[in-house]
């Protein structure tokens, strides 16, 4: 008998602003950031498997499979968790990687939320968001489900519900080092936290944004080409750069004039993420 099959979306994130406060002993920031998801990602399938083996199928160019934040994700919890199953795994991966849109984190948080549901674990969003802090900053958020002010190195979240705009994501053809980013001497590290909540309108900038444009000339024309049209943004360290529209039609209108050395897609902004949504509608 084949073991049945789920499949769950991982969506990507924008950081609507990111501000650098400070540096940690540990080498990691303390940041204030707005995040938001997008309906628009990966989706990953999942079969149990009795034996105990976790394989993740599809291949990806330049992440050992080991390496790979699903299959850390997967093992992890498998371990803490002591659960004697195992799991195939399958992804569409349509997130670029290193555009700073969370692809891999996403991916992490979607792997533990549907292991967790596969496995019948029970264990709480809390136990899930720690585990999913030491496989990366951006994970809790996405195992939250919430658009968050996110402070600490983004793990301490507070849900906000911001606008949900139609956006136009530009997706630079570079990948961007996050670590490279933090480690730039040039970097703006001493911004004031914002203490007023909810943050006031007006703080929309993110500290990694002069640094990255003088690093990647791409990244800079795609903030100029968006910029014509609309407020032009970076979310996280890069590479891709977003704007909101007021409709999808005028979002659209702009992506059309895209061309085949800078592409970009169009998705809605979204307070509640389409993996929690889709897995709210399986209970
Ligand atoms: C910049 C953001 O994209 C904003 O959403 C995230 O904070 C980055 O999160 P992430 O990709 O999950 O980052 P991680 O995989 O945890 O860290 C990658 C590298 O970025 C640097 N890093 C990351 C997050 C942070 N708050 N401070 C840092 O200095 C560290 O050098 C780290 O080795
Ligand atoms: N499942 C995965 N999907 C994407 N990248 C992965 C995955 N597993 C490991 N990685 C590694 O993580 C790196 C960062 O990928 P990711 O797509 O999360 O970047 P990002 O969008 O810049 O993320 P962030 O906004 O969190 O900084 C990749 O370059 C890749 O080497």
């Not at 628009?40 to 934040?69: K, W």
């Not at 658009?147 to 793990?155: D, Q």
């Not at 169009?266 to 307070?271: H, R």
Request: net charge negative.
């Amino acid at each position: 008998m084949t073991a049945p099959r789920l499949t769950l979306p991982s969506p990507a994130k924008l950081n609507l602003m990111l501000h650098i406060l400070g540096r940690r002993e540990d080498g990691y920031h303390e940041l204030q950031t707005i995040f938001q998801f997008l309906d628009y990602g990966d989706e990953i399938t999942f079969a149990v498997r009795d034996d105990g083996v976790i394989r993740l199928h599809t291949e990806f160019d330049g992440v050992p499979h080991d390496s790979n934040l699903i299959v850390r994700a997967a093992r992890q919890l498998q371990e803490q968790s002591g659960c004697p199953l195992g799991i195939d795994i399958w992804i569409d991966k349509v997130l670029p990687m290193g555009g700073g849109i969370g692809g891999g984190s996403s991916n992490a948080a979607t792997t533990l939320l549907g292991l967790n549901h596969l496995w019948q674990l029970g264990w709480t969003e809390d136990r899930l968001a720690t585990l999913g802090l030491t496989l990366g900053a951006d994970v809790p958020v996405f195992v939250r489900g919430h658009a968050a002010f996110a402070e600490g190195v983004g793990e301490k979240l507070t849900p906000v519900d911001p606008e949900e705009p139609w956006y136009l994501v530009l997706v630079p053809q570079v990948s961007v080092s996050t670590a490279e980013i933090f480690s730039d001497p040039l970097l703006t590290r001493n911004t004031p936290p914002i203490k007023v909540r909810p943050v006031p309108k007006g703080n929309s900038r993110n500290d990694c944004l002069p640094v990255v444009a003088r690093r990647y000339p791409e990244v800079c024309n795609a903030l100029n080409l968006l910029g014509k049209f609309t407020e032009a943004k970076l979310t996280g360290t890069g590479s891709c750069v977003f704007g909101g529209f007021p409709s999808k039609a005028e979002a659209d209108k702009v992506s059309a004039l895209l061309t085949e050395t800078l592409t970009g897609f169009v998705a809605k902004g979204s307070n509640i993420s389409m993996l929690h949504r889709k897995l709210h509608s399986l209970f």
